[in-house]
């Protein structure tokens, strides 16, 4: 198996063939979730740290789960009402977090950048569960499990990526995985929600719905960020809805078997039909969430394995 990362901050330093070995054994993990006993020894010993600086119910919940189910001991530890919000740095809440010896840190924090600066100045592995606008590199591995298993491969798809673009980490991270694997990428959005240099990123852009989304493969809804616009991005909802949100009939352009999914959480009625999100024929909603887990283990695994060969060959034994 090929992964050399000593940490997972992006999709941007990971190889292809990296994805393909975090993939491989994600699907290990979903075959193992789906038993009666759902454990592992994998990270038994290891110490694992949740922070998150940003709310994300369902991320933090799918580490720690991943976490438990790998044997490790899980702490998670509030942000909200941390020495941060008295004003400590967060060198020094790095230097604290070295003295306690963890292995495994997993960060979510609102500004760009911040959690690859932990990742300096602490002495373990360092996940990124969302940083700024910069990337949600777990989520865009969970995507491409749920494409993959879906549609029975990663390579030369049509996949079309809805909505605020601009604001989105999980597109950037999407955008740049995709790519990694050879897919064609359409992003599709009112002009005042595509980042600036669009025109770099190697993908198709569309302002119509309907024209981006013929005869593609996968459609990925993304969620409006309202609590990251500081402007009027859009005239309303109602106007947003009617343009750039998923229904029915703007899901018949794509391809019959095209799957719908969306990163969660959802804005029925905004970004996408209640209905249509249900629709166990075409949505992947769920398998996202459910990939998530799965994932998650994935990458903690293979970090710790990387982890333990590094400490090791220092000839200390973990």
Request: overall charge neutral.
């Amino acid at each position: 198996m090929t992964f050399t990362q000593k940490h997972l901050l992006g999709i941007e330093p990971l190889h292809p063939s990296e994805i393909t070995t975090l993939l491989d054994l994600a699907d290990q993990y979903v075959d193992l979730n789906r038993r009666d006993v759902k454990r592992s020894d994998a990270l038994a010993g290891l110490t694992q740290i949740n922070m998150f600086f940003e709310n994300s119910t369902r991320t933090q919940a799918s580490f720690e789960l991943a976490g438990k189910r790998l044997g490790a001991d899980v702490m998670n530890m509030s942000m909200q009402a941390s020495s941060i919000k008295k004003g400590e740095t967060l060198i020094d809440t790095a230097m604290t977090l070295n003295a306690m010896h963890p292995d495994l840190l997993v960060v979510r924090h609102p500004h760009s950048g911040a959690v690859d600066l932990l990742a300096q100045k602490v002495n373990c592995a360092v996940l990124n569960a969302g940083d700024g606008r910069h990337e949600h590199p777990t989520q865009a591995l969970l995507d491409a499990l749920t494409i993959r298993r879906a549609k029975g491969r990663l390579h030369r798809l049509s996949i079309a990526i809805c909505g605020d673009i601009a604001h989105s980490r999980v597109a950037r991270s999407n955008i740049m995985l995709l790519g990694k694997m050879e897919n064609r990428i359409r992003l599709i959005g009112p002009p005042t929600l595509m980042p600036a240099g669009i025109e770099h990123f190697g993908v198709e852009v569309f302002e119509d719905m309907r024209e981006g989304l013929k005869d593609v493969d996968v459609v990925m809804m993304l969620r409006l960020q309202k609590e990251r616009m500081d402007g009027g991005f859009i005239p309303s909802e109602r106007e947003y809805y009617h343009r750039y949100g998923l229904d029915a009939e703007k899901l018949g352009f794509a391809k019959p078997d095209a799957i719908v999914m969306h990163p969660g959480p959802m804005n029925r009625g905004v970004e996408i039909d209640g209905t249509l999100a249900d629709d166990i024929n075409r949505s992947v909603i769920q398998e996202q969430v459910e990939m998530g887990v799965a994932v998650r283990m994935a990458a903690m695994d293979l970090l710790a394995r990387n982890l333990r060969t590094r400490v090791e060959g220092q000839g200390v034994y973990v």
